[in-house]
């Protein structure tokens, strides 16, 4: 099992960012990233719906003997995780969560941050207890469209320079933003600018990293040291309803 690959599903190409992360912290493991194009994206689907996509994608890289599958997509995990460990209980899985604990431990005594997510991430109750425990003091921004519309223009990104200057006007005094779904690491830049670089920007790619090797060690599955690492990549292009 040492050997067997690690499988890494989003609903697009936002999970590439885990991916990478997980890659620099894990050099000799071998990696499938699945893309689940055919059901992206997930922020603005039901509960339900979202629960079924993840499930298949988790059987798809189990079947494909994954040792460890990463959800890294923020809203398959706040929906679906705890139905995927439970079908898949002896195995390791990793979720992705909005960086909201490090984020509130950070900020300053009167300062307040800004956690920029889908819609279907906003109605989870997961993430509603995890803002919860923040005193009002980390403000949610739900955007179910924003996601898809990363996608779209990936190869002009600065199209959507005028969307975020929208979306944080509103918000000029916040000390900090958490990026809550993968997808939107991809504007984390527009959104420095749009603070003249004077914020601190957390997500949670860094952390699910972290903890897949924490796991793995701790279950004495990670790869040979000797062993050079790389990808697959896969996609999806059925439709789960």
């Known amino acids: 099992m040492r050997e067997n690959p690690i499988g890494v599903f989003d609903s697009g190409v936002g999970g590439l ?23 992206m994206p997930y922020g603005s689907k039901s509960a339900a719906q979202i629960k079924l996509a993840a499930e298949h994608c988790a059987e798809t ?6 040792k460890a599958v990463v959800i890294a997509c923020n809203t398959a995990t706040v929906t679906a995780i705890d139905d995927i460990r439970a079908l898949y209980g002896s195995r390791t899985v990793i979720g992705l969560e909005p960086a909201v604990k490090p984020c509130f431990r950070e900020l300053g005594k009167s300062g307040y941050a800004v956690a920029l997510v889908t819609s279907a991430t906003y109605r989870s109750n997961k993430f509603e207890r995890l803002i919860a425990t923040c005193g009002g003091r980390v403000k ?5 469209d924003l996601a898809k519309f990363i996608e779209d223009n990936l190869s002009d ?7 975020i200057h929208e979306i944080f006007t509103p918000y000029k005094t916040a000390e900090a933003v958490i990026l809550g779904c993968s997808h939107y690491t991809y504007i984390s830049k527009i959104i420095s600018d749009f603070y003249g670089g004077k914020i601190k920007i957390y997500d949670g790619a860094e952390g699910a990293a972290q903890r897949l090797r924490y796991c793995l060690s701790l279950s004495d599955m990670l790869a040979p040291a000797t062993r050079p690492g790389g990808v697959r990549f896969y996609s999806t292009f059925k439709r789960i309803d």
């Open 140 to 144: 949610p921004i739900a955007r179910p």
């Open 17 to 39: 960012n885990v991916l990478t992360k997980c890659e620099r912290l894990l050099p000799n493991e071998r990696f499938i990233y699945l893309a689940d194009e055919a059901n």
């Open 157 to 163: 990104i600065e199209k959507i320079a005028p969307l």
């Open 61 to 66: 890289l189990f079947s494909m003997n994954c």
